[in-house]
């Protein structure tokens, strides 16, 4: 990498610390689309970065190792970036680095057509169709991956960039989805408002059980209650589920027991056949457990409800899912909520069921 050498006015900017030889610039040629691993060594110290231009690049990973840090980004669009990282120890910074981009677009992006007007017109149709296509898919896997900052930014460059695109819908959902998982809840509501308006049915039911989901989690309950009635729907029996799962859970919270056991009654009399297919089975039998659990509301209930929970999540681990990061995330939650099970079996076993 080429080593830049006017940097009097960002060594002026390092104070008494830092000489000419412990600066460092890198330039960097990429594409829009591509991957790019920068390693910080050495690894003593804390490294921390700062995107100078986060609308052309986004940090989508931080990999530690024993003797140097990796930022991996990715090119958002074309354009002239640049990245700032700084060591520091004893409260002192005492390695800068930085990082120059020169981004272009994507092959195929620019030319000059020999065909006739109506044809190049045709051909970047198709052209700005693809890479619209392409910028999605990106922006949904960085979501899929678990690394929800990148994603949400990555979700608001695409609707600058495609105002009128037909996906914004589906954008939405995914980015009400990130922002929740990033504990930015009141602006989860707000991105998630047209996606419940959507034309597309699931996305609009989808979009009313995560208005739900967030709502819950604010506190919001009458709110919530409402969504997920919304979001009822037997012709989608995972959003269904979750929806009436969703809504028994707030009755038990809110105290009215009678309406909690009839809604998980219900909701085992409709799905119990399909409990292998339908993917809210599972969390749908550990929010029946608990909410029985509570306060030993009925413990032998919760025990049976408990022990169908290890049963069919013992058969969901034999099954193979897709090396994501949000699937590991969902495995290491599937596997801590059957340890709390197990746990209160005994519990259960021990005070109440052994006694009886």
């Not at 931080?62 to 409260?91: C, H, W, Y």
């Not at 495609?162 to 589906?170: D, R």
Request: with cysteine; charged share 25%.
């Amino acid at each position: 990498m080429k080593r830049i050498c006017a940097m009097g006015a960002l060594i002026f900017c390092l104070g008494a610390y830092l000489t000419a030889e412990e600066m460092e610039g890198k330039e960097i040629q990429a594409a829009m689309g591509d991957l790019v691993t920068l390693p910080l060594e050495p690894a003593q110290g804390l490294w921390e970065h700062r995107v100078i231009t986060p609308d052309l690049i986004s940090v989508t990973d931080r990999k530690q190792f024993p003797d140097r840090v990796e930022l991996v980004l990715s090119m958002l669009r074309a354009g002239n970036g640049r990245l700032e990282a700084v060591r520091i120890m004893t409260n002192r910074v005492i390695d800068r680095k930085y990082f120059f981009f020169k981004i272009e677009p994507k092959p195929g992006e620019q030319g000059v057509s020999s065909q006739p007007a109506q044809d190049d017109k045709k051909a970047k149709g198709g052209a700005k169709e693809g890479a619209e296509q392409q910028d999605l898919a990106f922006a949904i896997k960085l979501f899929q991956n678990a690394e929800y900052a990148a994603a949400v930014q990555a979700f608001q460059l695409f609707r600058v960039r495609y105002p009128a695109s037909q996906e914004l819908a589906q954008l939405a959902l995914y980015e009400g989805q990130a922002l929740y998982a990033l504990k930015r809840s009141a602006e989860a509501l707000q991105s998630l408002a047209p996606a419940a308006e959507s034309s597309d049915e699931r996305i609009r039911l989808l979009a009313q059980l995560w208005i739900g989901t967030v709502s819950d989690a604010l506190g919001q309950t009458d709110e919530a209650m409402a969504s997920y009635m919304r979001a009822f729907a037997p012709q989608h029996p995972d959003i269904d589920i979750r929806a009436r799962t969703g809504l028994a859970a707030a009755y038990g919270r809110r105290g009215n027991t009678k309406l909690a056991d009839d809604e998980f009654t219900r909701i085992f009399a409709l799905y119990a056949d399909t409990q292998l297919q339908n993917e809210g089975y599972l969390p749908a039998l550990f929010s029946a457990a608990s909410f029985y659990d509570r306060e030993v509301i009925d413990a032998e209930l919760a025990y049976k409800y408990y022990q169908e929970f290890l049963s069919l999540a013992e058969k969901k681990l034999t099954l193979s899912l897709p090396a994501t990061t949000a699937n590991l995330e969902d495995l290491k939650r599937l596997r801590q909520e059957m340890d709390t099970a197990r746990a209160r079996l005994a519990y259960l076993r021990r005070t109440f069921i052994d006694y009886r």
